[in-house]
Protein backbone atom coordinates (compact mmCIF):
# COMPACT_ATOMS: atom_id res chain seq x y z
CA UNK A 1 0.00 0.00 0.00
CA UNK A 2 1.43 3.31 -0.74
CA UNK A 3 1.52 5.57 2.06
CA UNK A 4 1.69 9.58 1.44
CA UNK A 5 3.48 11.72 4.14
CA UNK A 6 2.87 15.10 4.05
CA UNK A 7 5.70 16.97 6.08
CA UNK A 8 5.18 20.66 7.18
CA UNK A 9 6.24 23.47 4.96
CA UNK A 10 7.88 26.85 5.46
CA UNK A 11 5.98 29.36 5.17
CA UNK A 12 4.03 30.02 1.39
CA UNK A 13 1.83 32.36 0.62
CA UNK A 14 -2.04 30.60 0.53
CA UNK A 15 -2.51 28.32 -2.21
CA UNK A 16 -6.23 29.41 -4.04
CA UNK A 17 -5.91 26.02 -5.53
CA UNK A 18 -5.52 23.74 -2.50
CA UNK A 19 -8.59 25.72 -0.93
CA UNK A 20 -10.15 24.98 -4.30
CA UNK A 21 -9.49 21.35 -3.72
CA UNK A 22 -10.39 21.58 -0.11
CA UNK A 23 -14.15 23.88 -0.96
CA UNK A 24 -16.44 20.82 -0.44
CA UNK A 25 -14.68 20.52 3.62
CA UNK A 26 -15.48 24.54 3.81
CA UNK A 27 -19.24 23.96 2.98
CA UNK A 28 -19.51 21.04 5.30
CA UNK A 29 -17.73 22.87 8.12
CA UNK A 30 -20.60 26.21 7.65
CA UNK A 31 -23.33 23.85 7.34
CA UNK A 32 -22.72 22.13 10.32
CA UNK A 33 -22.04 25.39 12.30
CA UNK A 34 -25.86 26.59 10.69
CA UNK A 35 -27.24 23.16 11.70
CA UNK A 36 -25.53 23.41 15.62
CA UNK A 37 -26.27 27.34 15.64
CA UNK A 38 -30.14 26.26 14.92
CA UNK A 39 -30.81 22.51 15.45
CA UNK A 40 -31.44 22.00 18.94
CA UNK A 41 -33.37 25.06 19.57
CA UNK A 42 -37.06 24.52 19.82
CA UNK A 43 -37.72 28.16 17.84
CA UNK A 44 -35.44 27.09 15.06
CA UNK A 45 -34.72 29.37 12.64
CA UNK A 46 -36.85 31.69 14.23
CA UNK A 47 -33.74 32.88 15.91
CA UNK A 48 -32.12 34.40 13.39
CA UNK A 49 -34.80 37.06 13.15
CA UNK A 50 -35.79 37.48 17.21
CA UNK A 51 -32.27 37.83 17.59
CA UNK A 52 -31.37 41.01 15.95
CA UNK A 53 -34.68 42.46 16.04
CA UNK A 54 -34.60 42.15 19.38
CA UNK A 55 -30.98 43.85 19.67
CA UNK A 56 -32.46 46.46 17.43
CA UNK A 57 -35.22 47.45 19.08
CA UNK A 58 -33.44 47.72 22.77
CA UNK A 59 -31.09 50.15 20.86
CA UNK A 60 -33.90 52.25 19.81
CA UNK A 61 -35.24 52.50 23.12
CA UNK A 62 -32.12 53.26 25.04
CA UNK A 63 -30.53 55.85 22.35
CA UNK A 64 -33.25 56.74 20.57
CA UNK A 65 -36.16 57.55 23.50
CA UNK A 66 -33.71 57.28 26.85
CA UNK A 67 -30.51 58.94 25.39
CA UNK A 68 -32.32 60.99 22.58
CA UNK A 69 -29.29 60.69 20.46
CA UNK A 70 -28.74 62.69 17.38
CA UNK A 71 -29.76 60.58 13.89
CA UNK A 72 -29.19 62.83 11.45
CA UNK A 73 -32.80 63.52 10.54
CA UNK A 74 -33.79 60.03 10.28
CA UNK A 75 -35.62 57.70 12.59
CA UNK A 76 -33.39 56.19 15.29
CA UNK A 77 -34.65 52.70 14.38
CA UNK A 78 -33.82 53.03 10.50
CA UNK A 79 -30.16 54.50 12.00
CA UNK A 80 -29.49 52.32 14.28
CA UNK A 81 -30.36 49.26 11.79
CA UNK A 82 -27.82 50.20 9.58
CA UNK A 83 -25.18 49.86 12.21
CA UNK A 84 -26.36 47.28 13.86
CA UNK A 85 -26.36 45.19 10.30
CA UNK A 86 -22.35 45.97 10.31
CA UNK A 87 -21.49 45.39 14.08
CA UNK A 88 -23.57 41.80 14.20
CA UNK A 89 -21.82 40.55 11.51
CA UNK A 90 -18.02 41.15 12.61
CA UNK A 91 -18.95 40.55 16.17
CA UNK A 92 -20.29 37.00 15.20
CA UNK A 93 -17.13 36.22 12.80
CA UNK A 94 -14.66 37.85 15.42
CA UNK A 95 -16.21 35.88 18.60
CA UNK A 96 -16.69 32.00 16.41
CA UNK A 97 -13.53 32.65 14.00
CA UNK A 98 -11.74 33.16 17.47
CA UNK A 99 -12.52 30.00 19.05
CA UNK A 100 -12.66 28.08 15.91
CA UNK A 101 -9.53 26.21 15.94
CA UNK A 102 -9.54 25.93 19.91
CA UNK A 103 -12.61 23.96 18.91
CA UNK A 104 -11.57 21.72 16.10
CA UNK A 105 -8.57 20.43 17.84
CA UNK A 106 -9.58 16.75 17.86
CA UNK A 107 -10.55 17.54 13.71
CA UNK A 108 -7.01 19.24 13.39
CA UNK A 109 -4.99 16.80 15.00
CA UNK A 110 -6.32 13.65 12.82
CA UNK A 111 -6.29 14.97 9.16
CA UNK A 112 -5.11 17.36 7.14
CA UNK A 113 -6.56 20.44 5.25
CA UNK A 114 -5.84 24.34 5.24
CA UNK A 115 -6.40 25.18 8.09
CA UNK A 116 -7.45 28.74 7.37
CA UNK A 117 -11.15 26.98 6.28
CA UNK A 118 -11.71 26.53 9.70
CA UNK A 119 -12.14 30.25 10.81
CA UNK A 120 -12.93 31.64 7.32
CA UNK A 121 -16.09 29.39 7.18
CA UNK A 122 -17.64 30.72 9.87
CA UNK A 123 -18.04 34.47 8.13
CA UNK A 124 -20.66 31.90 6.08
CA UNK A 125 -22.78 31.25 8.94
CA UNK A 126 -22.18 35.27 9.76
CA UNK A 127 -23.86 36.13 6.24
CA UNK A 128 -27.32 34.69 7.87
CA UNK A 129 -27.82 37.68 10.72
CA UNK A 130 -26.31 40.07 7.75
CA UNK A 131 -28.75 39.13 5.38
CA UNK A 132 -31.45 38.96 8.42
CA UNK A 133 -30.70 42.99 9.10
CA UNK A 134 -30.59 44.14 5.85
CA UNK A 135 -34.34 42.90 5.22
CA UNK A 136 -35.39 44.47 8.28
CA UNK A 137 -33.86 47.94 7.33
CA UNK A 138 -35.35 47.75 3.96
CA UNK A 139 -38.48 46.67 5.11
CA UNK A 140 -38.15 49.65 8.35
CA UNK A 141 -37.72 51.83 5.21
CA UNK A 142 -40.77 50.64 2.77
CA UNK A 143 -42.78 51.40 6.09
CA UNK A 144 -41.40 55.26 6.72
CA UNK A 145 -41.52 56.09 3.36
CA UNK A 146 -37.72 56.42 2.77
CA UNK A 147 -35.98 55.66 -0.41
CA UNK A 148 -32.50 54.27 -1.07
CA UNK A 149 -30.19 57.39 -2.04
CA UNK A 150 -28.22 56.54 -5.39
CA UNK A 151 -24.89 55.94 -3.67
CA UNK A 152 -26.56 52.33 -2.90
CA UNK A 153 -24.44 50.59 -5.82
CA UNK A 154 -21.32 51.32 -3.59
CA UNK A 155 -23.07 49.14 -0.60
CA UNK A 156 -22.04 45.43 -1.82
CA UNK A 157 -18.56 47.43 -1.95
CA UNK A 158 -18.60 48.30 1.42
CA UNK A 159 -20.50 44.28 2.82
CA UNK A 160 -17.11 42.97 0.88
CA UNK A 161 -14.92 45.35 3.14
CA UNK A 162 -16.97 44.26 6.57
CA UNK A 163 -16.23 41.02 5.43
CA UNK A 164 -13.08 41.48 5.03
CA UNK A 165 -12.39 43.06 7.87
CA UNK A 166 -14.26 40.80 10.13
CA UNK A 167 -12.59 37.61 8.60
CA UNK A 168 -9.41 39.39 9.43
CA UNK A 169 -9.43 40.36 13.00
CA UNK A 170 -11.23 37.19 12.84
CA UNK A 171 -8.51 34.78 11.35
CA UNK A 172 -5.41 37.17 13.28
CA UNK A 173 -7.51 35.79 16.90
CA UNK A 174 -8.16 32.50 15.86
CA UNK A 175 -3.76 32.00 15.47
CA UNK A 176 -3.53 33.93 18.68
CA UNK A 177 -5.46 31.70 20.83
CA UNK A 178 -3.60 28.67 19.85
CA UNK A 179 -0.86 30.09 21.40
CA UNK A 180 -2.24 32.52 23.82
CA UNK A 181 -5.51 30.64 25.51
CA UNK A 182 -6.41 34.37 27.46
CA UNK A 183 -7.92 35.17 24.06
CA UNK A 184 -10.84 33.10 24.43
CA UNK A 185 -11.84 35.18 27.33
CA UNK A 186 -10.28 38.90 26.82
CA UNK A 187 -12.43 38.03 22.74
CA UNK A 188 -16.13 38.66 23.84
CA UNK A 189 -14.94 41.79 26.26
CA UNK A 190 -13.38 43.07 22.94
CA UNK A 191 -16.87 42.69 21.27
CA UNK A 192 -18.88 43.77 24.27
CA UNK A 193 -16.78 47.32 24.12
CA UNK A 194 -16.77 47.82 20.89
CA UNK A 195 -19.88 47.79 20.01
CA UNK A 196 -20.32 50.99 22.31
CA UNK A 197 -16.79 52.07 20.70
CA UNK A 198 -18.46 51.89 17.70
CA UNK A 199 -20.96 54.55 15.96
CA UNK A 200 -23.94 51.70 15.34
CA UNK A 201 -26.55 53.41 17.45
CA UNK A 202 -24.61 57.28 17.03
CA UNK A 203 -23.17 58.90 14.84
CA UNK A 204 -19.69 59.10 14.55
CA UNK A 205 -19.34 63.05 14.59
CA UNK A 206 -19.70 62.94 18.14
CA UNK A 207 -15.97 61.32 18.12
CA UNK A 208 -15.07 64.06 15.33
CA UNK A 209 -16.60 66.79 17.41
CA UNK A 210 -15.25 66.18 20.84
CA UNK A 211 -12.20 64.45 20.09
CA UNK A 212 -8.41 65.98 19.43
CA UNK A 213 -7.47 64.50 15.98
CA UNK A 214 -4.82 62.30 17.18
CA UNK A 215 -7.57 60.58 19.11
CA UNK A 216 -9.68 61.23 16.00
CA UNK A 217 -7.52 59.00 13.98
CA UNK A 218 -6.84 55.92 16.46
CA UNK A 219 -10.84 56.09 16.51
CA UNK A 220 -11.07 56.04 13.07
CA UNK A 221 -8.60 52.87 12.74
CA UNK A 222 -11.46 50.85 13.99
CA UNK A 223 -12.60 49.47 10.81
CA UNK A 224 -16.36 49.54 11.75
CA UNK A 225 -16.65 52.99 12.25
CA UNK A 226 -15.82 53.73 8.33
CA UNK A 227 -18.16 51.06 7.44
CA UNK A 228 -20.59 51.66 9.65
CA UNK A 229 -20.59 55.65 7.95
CA UNK A 230 -20.10 54.11 4.78
CA UNK A 231 -23.69 51.95 4.81
CA UNK A 232 -25.59 55.14 6.44
CA UNK A 233 -24.11 57.50 3.27
CA UNK A 234 -24.65 54.49 0.70
CA UNK A 235 -28.09 53.62 1.61
CA UNK A 236 -29.49 56.96 3.15
CA UNK A 237 -27.48 59.59 1.20
CA UNK A 238 -26.16 60.65 4.71
CA UNK A 239 -23.35 63.21 4.46
CA UNK A 240 -21.27 60.62 7.18
CA UNK A 241 -17.98 59.53 4.59
CA UNK A 242 -15.46 62.14 5.24
CA UNK A 243 -11.74 61.90 5.03
CA UNK A 244 -11.19 60.34 7.94
CA UNK A 245 -13.34 56.92 6.95
CA UNK A 246 -10.38 56.40 4.49
CA UNK A 247 -8.41 55.55 7.70
CA UNK A 248 -11.02 52.81 8.21
CA UNK A 249 -10.90 51.47 4.65
CA UNK A 250 -6.90 51.08 5.01
CA UNK A 251 -7.36 49.04 8.48
CA UNK A 252 -9.61 46.47 7.27
CA UNK A 253 -7.69 45.64 4.38
CA UNK A 254 -4.42 46.02 6.20
CA UNK A 255 -5.90 43.93 8.78
CA UNK A 256 -7.04 41.31 6.75
CA UNK A 257 -3.68 41.01 4.80
CA UNK A 258 -1.46 40.72 8.02
CA UNK A 259 -4.36 38.39 9.70
CA UNK A 260 -3.53 35.93 6.71
CA UNK A 261 0.56 36.48 7.01
CA UNK A 262 0.35 35.86 10.72
CA UNK A 263 -1.72 32.74 9.95
CA UNK A 264 0.47 30.95 7.65
CA UNK A 265 2.93 31.78 9.71
CA UNK A 266 2.11 29.48 12.93
CA UNK A 267 -0.12 27.35 10.58
CA UNK A 268 2.38 24.46 10.72
CA UNK A 269 2.47 24.57 14.10
CA UNK A 270 -1.00 24.34 15.00
CA UNK A 271 -1.29 20.59 15.09
CA UNK A 272 1.19 20.68 17.78
CA UNK A 273 0.03 23.02 20.18
CA UNK A 274 -3.35 22.71 20.02
Known amino acids: MQKTLIKPRKFT????????DYRELFWSLAFRDFKVRYAQTTMGLSWAIL???????ILNVVFGRFANVDSEGLPHILYASSGLACWTYFS??????????????????KIYFPRIIVPVSKGVVGLIDLGV??????????????????????????IL?????????????????VRYRDFQYVVPFLVQLGMYLSP???????????????????????PAVGIIDGFRWAIFGL????????????SAFFIFVFGLIYFQRVENKIADIV
Open 13 to 20: PISVRELW
Open 51 to 57: QPLISLL
Open 92 to 109: YVLTNSGNSIISSQAMLK
Open 133 to 158: LIAILAALMLYHGIAPSANIVFLPFL
Open 161 to 177: LNVLSALGVGIWISALT
Open 200 to 222: VAFPSHYALDNLPSWAVNLYYLN
Open 239 to 250: DTWSNYSIISVI
